[in-house]
């Protein structure tokens, strides 16, 4: 029987260090991202409104009570004085535990940010296109705030359509980046034998995320045009109905990219 070689070991050693310090830089890119998450941020602010008010409510009624200790308990203008200036500070206290309140009510109705989707590492072939996906979410929600305004001549049901569309097909798209990332780790474990597979797999999905991009992209194209057409001062009618039509056909054409998504 062969005894393994020296070689073979620092191989595995290199191939496990090398698994380990990206799964170490994930989970520390995870905590960071979700230290940073406006969300989590949020819940933040309101646990904080809620122990200033709190703290202030009991520290302005500890200060009532020895001020009224003092006060009645104790004969004499500098008790009575005394008493007076802990019961200033009692209300002060009281008042900072109301502002605190009126701080954690707004934060209540306030709703919470929508948390951010976490990019794939930066060695992920995933990485650009869904860098390149949060601009072209951010470019779409503008357009469509523009056709959803009063001025605008774009049917609601159109409007609606397409950021329906466009959310539909964001999420399809991280699926696939979700599932590509999945692909990277496996190939980075397997055997030299089965990596060329593997990454085969990796580049059919990195294809099916140009593919979808670009039709996000003629989806954006055709917001656009539809901004451009509708700010007019005389819109051509035709040309909205075209723009309006071709904007609803991209964002069904966008959906069956990803039929089983």
Not at 10 to 29: I, N, P, T
Not at 193 to 222: C, F, N, P, T
Not at 239 to 256: Q, S
């Given at each position: 029987m062969?005894?393994?070689?020296r ?7 290199q ?8 799964q ?49 308990g ?13 019961g ?30 976490s ?29 959803s ?6 049917p ?104 089983d998504?």
């Amino acid at each position: 029987m062969d005894r393994p070689r020296r070689g073979d070991f620092l191989e595995l050693r290199q191939l496990v260090e090398k698994q380990l310090r990206g799964q170490v830089a994930d989970q520390v890119r995870a905590q960071l991202a979700r230290f940073g998450d406006p969300a989590v941020k949020h819940e933040r602010r309101k646990k904080r409104a809620a122990a200033a008010m709190w703290f202030f409510v009991f520290l302005g009624l500890l200060l009532a009570v020895v001020g009224a200790v003092i006060a009645t308990g104790t004969a004499g203008v500098e008790a009575m004085l005394m008493g007076a200036v802990i019961g200033v500070f009692a209300l002060g206290s009281f008042a900072l535990g109301a502002k605190s309140g009126g701080r954690l009510r707004r934060l209540n109705r306030t709703p919470a940010p929508t948390a951010k989707p976490s990019l794939p590492p930066a060695r992920s072939a995933a990485r650009e296109p869904m860098e390149r996906l949060q601009d072209a979410e951010r470019v779409l929600a503008d357009l469509l705030r523009q056709l959803s305004s009063p001025r605008s001549a774009v049917p609601a049901d159109s409007v609606e359509q397409a950021r329906q569309s466009g959310a539909e097909a964001a999420s399809a798209l991280r699926e696939v980046a979700a599932e590509l990332q999945a692909v990277e780790r496996a190939r980075d474990m397997a055997p030299a034998a089965d990596r060329h597979a593997l990454s085969e797999g990796v580049l059919r999905m990195k294809e099916q995320l140009e593919e979808g991009l670009e039709g996000y992209g003629a989806l954006i194209a055709a917001a656009g045009r539809l901004v451009a057409a509708s700010s007019s001062s005389s819109p051509d009618n035709f040309a909205l109905t075209d723009a309006t039509d071709r904007l609803h056909g991209l964002a069904v054409g966008l959906r069956e990219i990803f039929p089983d998504r």
